[in-house]
């Protein structure tokens, strides 16, 4: 018995990717010996796959459960990360939690909402103690915004957690094209 995409179950699942992996490191002929050279090439593909991966980096915007904003235009979410809006419509201050900004994961950050380098950005957070935290990981963002009310974040997408609620941008979810942090 062999799976939907022709190799033993016990080997595959019905998972197209690695598939298609598992067809290039093995020879057409299915005695499943690896062939020299394939595991070359398949380890090339997902050096190509996975730094193709980080350029296409999708983020969300997230802040507490009690929170009652769902929804901010692109404009307001700028304003709102460059500390110009200083509480939230219930009246609650606005405590923004960031990644390092010389992280790899904040260069869209700073391109589409501050529009700064990560110096710069360095400077600003420090100029806005203590209504911007910097965090550490996605985890520790996630982690304070579920605990802390008026705070709001932003990680990926593939870290979020039941804790927080996701904040569209323009009416769009972060898995919706048009996203205004969404990669590429």
């Given at each position: 018995?062999?799976?939907?995409?022709?190799?033993p179950p016990?080997v595959?699942?019905?998972d197209?990717?690695?598939s298609?992996?598992f067809h290039?490191?093995?020879?057409?002929s299915?005695?499943?010996?690896?062939?020299?050279?394939r595991?070359?090439?398949v380890?090339?593909?997902?050096?190509?796959v996975?730094?193709?991966?980080?350029?296409a980096?999708?983020?969300a915007?997230?802040t507490d459960?009690?929170?009652q904003?769902?929804?901010?235009?692109a404009?307001e979410?700028?304003?709102?990360f460059n500390?110009?809006v200083?509480n939230?419509t219930?009246?609650?201050?606005?405590?923004i939690?960031?990644?390092?900004p010389?992280?790899?994961d904040?260069e869209?950050?700073?391109?589409?909402v501050?529009?700064?380098?990560p110096?710069?950005?360095r400077?600003?957070i420090?100029?806005?103690k203590?209504?911007?935290?910097?965090?550490g990981?996605?985890?520790?963002?996630?982690?304070?915004v579920a605990t802390?009310r008026?705070?709001v974040?932003i990680?990926?997408?593939?870290s979020?957690?039941?804790?927080?609620k996701?904040?569209?941008i323009?009416?769009?979810?972060p898995?919706e094209?048009?996203?205004?942090?969404?990669?590429?």
């Amino acid at each position: 018995m062999s799976s939907k995409f022709g190799f033993p179950p016990y080997v595959m699942g019905n998972d197209p990717i690695t598939s298609v992996i598992f067809h290039l490191i093995t020879p057409a002929s299915h005695n499943w010996a690896p062939m020299p050279g394939r595991r070359t090439l398949v380890f090339l593909l997902w050096i190509i796959v996975t730094s193709c991966l980080v350029h296409a980096k999708q983020l969300a915007v997230v802040t507490d459960l009690a929170n009652q904003t769902t929804n901010v235009s692109a404009a307001e979410l700028i304003r709102l990360f460059n500390a110009r809006v200083r509480n939230w419509t219930d009246g609650k201050p606005v405590i923004i939690v960031l990644r390092d900004p010389a992280s790899v994961d904040m260069e869209l950050v700073l391109r589409k909402v501050f529009n700064m380098t990560p110096a710069q950005a360095r400077s600003f957070i420090q100029a806005h103690k203590p209504s911007i935290i910097v965090a550490g990981s996605d985890e520790a963002v996630l982690r304070f915004v579920a605990t802390n009310r008026g705070a709001v974040g932003i990680v990926d997408l593939y870290s979020l957690t039941k804790g927080v609620k996701v904040v569209k941008i323009d009416g769009k979810l972060p898995v919706e094209q048009g996203y205004l942090l969404r990669g590429n």
